[in-house]
């Protein structure tokens, strides 16, 4: 058991006494987590798998305001949702950037009627929107944005320079229209560096990754699935915030309550398509499919990502993206840039996360809500149930539900997150080409690796360049990783499995970079930082290669054959 993970499970078990336990790992938890800490109360994390794991790891990298809310009259929503964009572009700036986004417009007034019809609630699905509906979509959104406005206003293009701007867009395209939200580049990462603000400044708070919770006679147990330990703990509030598992853990932990919870599953693809990148001009480009969904499609680091489905799933549990939906999310792409070639072969990537949506009666899976909602279920312990939510908001539902326990434990608040950096973002804003300069000069870097650390951990960019001393060597061929980078991670971010590296600490896999080698390479630092045996390490690569198959559609095959292809590129 590592360090990290040894400190941690003897603080819980050396005094099981916690204020607050909260149940789920993902953004919404870890956010609460933070929340609660930060207010002078003992908080214990539990999650049953590696943080950030489930819905939170599979958003659609948007951090937004939610422009197709207003039709179905979120104003509330859309405030709160630009609020809190806007909040993170400044407390995250190293993870949350700008982006413009370009609307095709086809025609003038088409979808007016189904707009004022589910603005009224009356459940329509939507029909292709014209130049007018979006034009008075885009004016409520500068609106509501006015007070605390960050990005510029929105514009439109004729057709004139719509052809000469955007070439590659459809051909049927009148005119575009452009507003700006922001995407954030490591959304895993974010809720890895709230941990450490935590661990840094509440060092009485436990956080536990690989952890189950059960009800027991007179109170709860914790369980260790690395190790099989088990100690007893004494929370006075619970706060249940499994996401779409939520329902699930209410019954676990010995409560009763009608269904709360229901959920869609969104599904995205990463393609290596440099003519697409090109074409994007660094924009997201925002349209609706024919069904009435609205599909993304953006650059994403050196890649294009593109998605996404919404397609509702009765039951909880780990999804992927389907045959059928690649060929929609390809199709939808192939409409809207016709004249460019998107198939299959380029894509490197996939990943599905179920959305924990509020339990509604909506035909049409668009019309239900983003919103997000707290319920307390009574018992010897209170839950506090977090219904609902969305990325973008993470930190406003967290302050709210931290503000109800506060409520039930008469507790009073001692700290506003609103503007409090979280990790490498603070004192950040301003200074990337002075972090990149010392990293350079005084640690001895070339651009390109400098960039690499000052892209993942901001701020904190020289501390972990030194913390990989003498072992910042090269982890292989085709990535700027070093062997010293990845040793950190594993000494200092609740790494625990493979997986925890190669899909949520690193970019890795989602990037399309990952190779067998690599793989390789990840077994052998890991065997030698933790002192797992052989076997062990061997059953973690077979699940990392076969997680990789199953749910991201990254075979064997085409891990051995990145192997041959990057040696290729680097001889």
């Known amino acids: 058991m590592p360090d990290q993970r040894v400190k941690n499970w003897q603080s819980l078990s050396g005094d099981g006494a916690f204020d607050v336990v909260v149940v789920g790992g993902g953004v919404n938890g870890i956010g609460t987590y933070r929340e609660l800490a930060l207010q002078g109360l003992r908080v214990l994390l539990v999650e049953r798998g590696d943080f950030a794991s489930g819905c939170s790891a599979a958003p659609s990298r948007m951090i937004h305001g939610g422009l197709r809310y207003l039709e179905n009259g979120e104003f509330d929503l859309v405030r709160e949702s630009l609020q809190e964009r806007d909040a993170l572009l400044v407390n995250a700036p190293h993870f949350v950037h700008p982006l413009p986004t370009v609307i095709p417009v086809t025609s003038l007034f088409s979808g007016l009627f189904n707009a004022a019809a589910s603005f009224l609630g009356l459940s329509r699905k939507p029909a292709p ?50 507003y700006h939200d922001a995407w954030i580049g490591f959304p895993e990462r974010l809720c890895i560096e709230m941990l450490q603000d935590v661990a840094r400044v509440a060092p009485g708070c436990v956080a536990l990754n690989y952890c189950e919770i059960a009800a027991e006679t007179g109170g709860f147990s914790v369980t260790c699935q690395r190790s099989g330990q088990t100690a007893e703990i004494r929370p006075r509030l619970i706060v249940n915030a499994t996401g779409a598992w939520l329902d699930e853990t209410v019954a676990q932990l010995g409560g009763t309550a009608p269904r709360m919870v229901e959920g869609t599953k969104g599904s995205h693809l990463i393609l290596d398509h440099p003519e697409l990148f090109a074409a994007l001009k660094g924009n997201m480009v925002f349209f609706e499919n024919d069904d009435g969904r609205v599909c993304i499609v953006f650059p994403f680091h050196d890649r294009v990502l593109a998605g996404s489905t919404d397609i509702r799933v009765e039951r909880t549990g780990r999804v992927r993206c389907e045959p059928e939906e690649t060929d929609y999310i390809l199709g939808a792409l192939a409409k809207v840039f016709p004249g460019l070639n998107i198939d299959a072969s380029q894509i490197v990537f996939s990943y599905s996360g179920i959305r924990p949506l509020p339990q509604s009666d909506q035909d049409f899976t668009g019309r239900i809500s983003r919103g997000h909602d707290i319920r307390k279920l009574e018992g010897r312990v209170p839950q ?66 400098a960039g690499h650390l000052l892209q993942r951990y901001g701020s904190h960019a020289p501390k972990v360049a030194i913390a990989c001393g003498r072992e910042d060597r090269p982890l292989a061929a085709g990535t700027l990783y070093s062997e010293g980078e990845i040793l950190h991670l594993i000494r200092s971010e609740f790494v625990e499995t493979l997986s925890d590296l190669a899909l949520r600490r690193t970019d890795l896999a989602i990037s399309g970079v990952l190779s067998m080698q690599i793989i390789e390479a990840l077994a052998a630092l890991m065997a030698q930082e933790t002192g797992l045996p052989p076997d062990l390490i061997t059953a973690q690569k077979q699940d990392l290669i076969a997680e990789l198959s199953t749910y991201h559609g990254v075979t064997a095959a085409t891990l051995e054959r990145r192997n041959t292809e990057r040696n290729a590129q680097c001889a």
Request: proline letters at 3%.
């Open 129 to 178: 929107r014209g130049a007018v509906p979006i034009k008075l979509g885009l004016s409520l959104y500068d609106w509501v944005s006015r007070k605390r406005r960050l990005m510029p206003r929105h514009s439109f293009q004729g057709r004139r320079a719509t052809r000469r701007d955007w070439p590659e867009l459809l051909e049927e395209a009148r005119g575009t229209a452009t």
């Open 384 to 449: 506090l149930c977090m219904i609902g939510g969305k990325w973008t908001t993470f930190r406003a539902f967290a302050q709210q539900t931290a503000d109800a326990a506060l409520g039930e434990l008469r507790h009073g608040r001692r700290v506003d997150t609103l503007d409090l950096a979280i990790g490498g973002g603070a004192k950040f804003e301003g200074r990337e080409a002075q972090i990149l300069q010392e990293l350079c000069k005084v640690q001895n870097l070339s651009h390109a690796r």
